[in-house]
């Protein structure tokens, strides 16, 4: 008869092991123990990120300044963070805010594009200015892109529209259409789910803008356009609403506060 | 382990995370997606089973579970588990050759990222890209295996 073969250590450590891991799991997905944790992770993620940026452009602008393109990169640079904003202005104009509540933009400390395209968590962190905000919403030069979830000690993060946990009050004016739109966790997308007759083939190029319930949102911001409808049970209607705004286009986010 | 393995080993553990964050993409519909990070751990283990035992393997799997988006306790008993089924099937392991070694971790490797994927972003969970994870993950094993083969012998015995 053959001999067992021989183990280094015994199992029963492995399982106790293994028990005290899902035991962890089991509460960090249900009540979120090790939330503190994590903020920690993000803060000196954060901090580490925004410190090599600042290490990196340093860097950068002691090579230009010994460099004869030095005059015209600054002014491209200048002329873009003007686009931008002039971008922003207009965009400002269309849901008639006040140009005041126009900040300097925030650059973008992390952005986590495997979260983006792999999976349903879409935040971005951004760093803070002399402006305080408890709450509020993030534009780009596209468009709308998210609103503020949390304050950290050297950064705003942001949950995208298309974050699965987010959700943002529309409405669609020509078909009467209010609803609760939820991220879908893919990228650009948004589901509007309604419980009224809809005629599917004239609401697909639609669009839709923020309603400006929940306190959060400017009434009449572009949100997005829909791009199909499926019929889920009786008379529920899900609108997939592609989002105008892409969040990859700039490097600098606006923060407003909502008026 | 002395301080030297414990720092060879841990750092490796690190460079892979890194590997894992910069090598994923997205082409089309599928997201391409490695774990580096459990087959350096799992050569590790495979290698040197006398020395990653239980406890390295929680720390090990904290670690990654801190450093990547999951949920805390994710990794650590996955890690365990296969610590577990590699200990039991050391000397086993040592008969297979470098295919089946291949097939079995990247099996494993494929196993682990379904799980991650259902429980962490279901929505996200898909057939092909899991299918495409599993092939990559074979095929990666191999320069994992004899990269860190080449490691161990240069500094971990140094």
Sequence with gaps: MANETPRFTSRLPYVIACLFGLTLFFLDITYQTFDPLDRIKINSQNFIKSGLSNLKNSFVSLEINFSD??????ENKNLKEQLSILSVIAQQNIFNSKLEDVSAPHRIIVFDTDQYFCCSNHRMFVEKNEKNYQKGFAMNSSGLIGQIIK??????????????DHKIPIYNKDFEVYCNAEGSGFERLIICKVFMDLDRESIIGQEFYTSGFGGVFNKDTPVGKAISVTQAEGNEYEIFIEIIANPLSDERVFLFKPT | MRTREIILVYSSILFAIILDSLLSF???????????????????????PEKIRVNQSILIGFLVDFLSNSAIGFHISLYCLFSLVIHAYAYTFRL???????????????????LFYLFHHPLHYSYLDIFIYWITSMILWFPVYFGMRRFRQKFFYA
Excluded: C, M, R
């Design chain 2, 96 to 114: 297979f050759s470098y295919l089946q070694l291949a097939i079995f971790f990247g099996t494993s490797t494929a196993f682990i990222s379904a």
């Design chain 2, 26 to 48: 997205k082409v089309g519909v599928i997201f391409f997606d490695t774990n580096f990070s459990y087959l350096v751990f799992s050569y590790w283990v495979f290698a040197v």
């Design chain 1, 151 to 164: 304050d950290h000690p050297n950064s705003y993060e942001l949950i995208l529209l298309s974050d699965v």
């Design chain 1, 69 to 74: 393109k030095k005059i015209l990169l600054n």
